[in-house]
């Protein structure tokens, strides 16, 4: 099993930045894949940004140039620094691991979800 921490949401105005960390423990694979989806009240769940063990990053096209994420191997933790936050960034992010395998993902973990609130 894998634990997710989340930590550093909040409540900042528009154009503020925060920074959101997670910590995982637990059965972590040597190739996994980290980052953060997020989901605002009513809509889907969607991908804000990933980062594979080796540094490869994926970004949501909303938010490529004011997003970045980052991770430290060593401490199994990720990290995503918002700036320029806008209002439609308001939602629950969560953190999520998945464990691969020959290239194949063999599991998906999510943490628990932290509240980013963007006032206008």
């Known amino acids: 099993q894998v634990q997710l921490v989340e930590s550093g949401g909040g409540l900042v105005q528009a154009g503020g930045s925060l920074r959101l960390s997670c910590a995982a423990s637990?059965?972590?694979?040597?190739?996994?894949?980290m980052g953060w989806y997020r989901q605002a009240p009513g809509k889907e769940r969607e991908l804000v940004s990933t980062i594979r063990v080796g540094g490869t990053t994926n970004y949501a096209e909303s938010v490529k140039g004011r997003f970045t994420i980052s991770r430290d191997n060593a401490k199994n933790t990720v990290y995503l620094q918002m700036n320029s936050l806008k209002p439609e960034d308001a939602a629950v992010y969560y953190c999520?691991?998945?464990?691969?395998?020959?290239?194949?993902?063999?599991?998906?973990?999510w943490g628990q979800g932290t509240q980013v609130t963007v006032s206008s």
């Open positions: 637990g059965n972590i694979f040597h190739d996994n894949n």
């Open positions: 999520t691991l998945a464990n691969y395998m020959d290239g194949y993902v063999k599991a998906v973990h």
